[in-house]
């Protein structure tokens, strides 16, 4: 298939080198070396993926190049005839195959010790996006997702994956999510997110000694959900393996915040929202992992997730309460 590939390259974008497959969840996607030792990322939709979606991730990455923002994003290169995606046939199967910008950098999944200065890279970054992302529109972004924070509901049916103690406690998730969280969600402001900062899609650079973030890619989880989701979804994989979550929440949405003013009513559910995150990988995951048992990319998440969904269960009302005031402290005193 690879040989395919690059006489399909070589056809519509006039590039020549050698592919190497990259991690991914359901799409093929490969690092294309070229003859020039310049770097390209290969993008093949899973067949399933309709068109319109990617024609989203297109435009959304198009307005950012637009929006000059002082991150790194991918830029879609355009076919010889001036289009942004192909069709590329391989036996029976046609994929929608595009051809985007490498962003150079380590991914912050390698960092092994993040700090202060790292945590509030990653505030301005996913601050950056939202705020580049504000006045972007589409009608695919308004779609049924199940990796949309507000509609946990969608993969409720995937707890048939667990069972014991794992699958008491997701059962409490969903509840107080339906009871609790739901209705609050509904109250806030909307817009397209970017829905995926997570530890695996952030490209880091170094300053002053310390590894920061520096860029962000994949922009397949697009959709128009209240803001905050953005903040919630970072933070959840941000928080993986440390041990003061409450520090580093903090610094993070420190620096978020002197990007995006969110409102009081936003921060006071945005310890509850990474709780959704949790468990909606949780649910996703079992189910992708029961379709393709191969893919262990798939599974990458689940320990951590497991760790911090009982750690942040640990909390109780008297300290989120304490913690949610003093967010709001630090927003009035930002503005």
Request: hydrophobic share 35%; with cysteine.
């Amino acid at each position: 298939m690879e040989e395919s590939i690059l006489k399909h390259l070589a056809q519509y974008y006039s590039l020549n080198g050698k592919l190497k497959p990259l991690d991914s969840y359901i799409d093929k996607n490969y690092l294309l070396l070229t003859n020039e030792n310049k770097r390209f990322v290969v993008k093949l939709a899973n067949p399933k993926t309709e068109l319109e979606k990617i024609i989203l991730e297109n435009s959304a990455m198009q307005h950012l190049v637009r929006k000059s923002l002082p991150i790194s994003t991918p830029e879609v290169i355009n076919t010889i005839n001036g289009d942004d995606y192909t069709y590329f046939k391989s036996g029976e199967t046609q994929w929608t195959l595009r051809v985007l910008t490498w962003l150079d950098g380590d991914l912050y999944y390698q960092i092994s010790n993040p700090d202060e200065n790292t945590h509030r890279s990653l505030g301005k970054l996913v601050g950056q996006m939202t705020w580049g992302l504000s006045q972007f529109q589409s009608p695919a972004a308004t779609r049924s997702f199940k990796w949309d924070l507000a509609q946990l509901e969608l993969v409720a049916t995937d707890i048939q994956f667990y069972d014991g103690e794992k699958k008491r406690l997701l059962e409490e998730q969903l509840e107080h999510f339906v009871s609790d969280t739901k209705p609050i969600l509904a109250s806030l402001p909307k817009q397209v997110i970017h829905n995926d900062c997570n530890d695996y899609n952030i490209v880091m650079s170094t300053e002053n000694g310390s590894p920061v973030c520096s860029g962000v890619f994949d922009f397949g989880d697009l959709v128009y959900t209240q803001r905050v989701c953005d903040l919630a979804v970072a933070l959840t994989y941000a928080l993986f393996n440390q041990e003061n979550i409450l520090k580093v929440t903090a610094d993070i949405t420190e620096s978020y915040l002197s990007i995006v003013k969110l409102t009081t009513k936003e921060l006071k559910i945005l310890l509850d929202l990474v709780q959704v995150r949790l468990t909606q990988s949780l649910l996703n995951s079992a189910e992708s992992y029961y379709r393709d048992p191969i893919n262990q990319y798939i599974l990458v998440s689940q320990k951590p997730a497991w760790e911090l969904l009982i750690k942040l269960n640990r909390l109780s009302s008297k300290e989120k309460l304490e913690f949610h005031n003093k967010l709001i402290d630090r927003l009035h005193e930002q503005n």
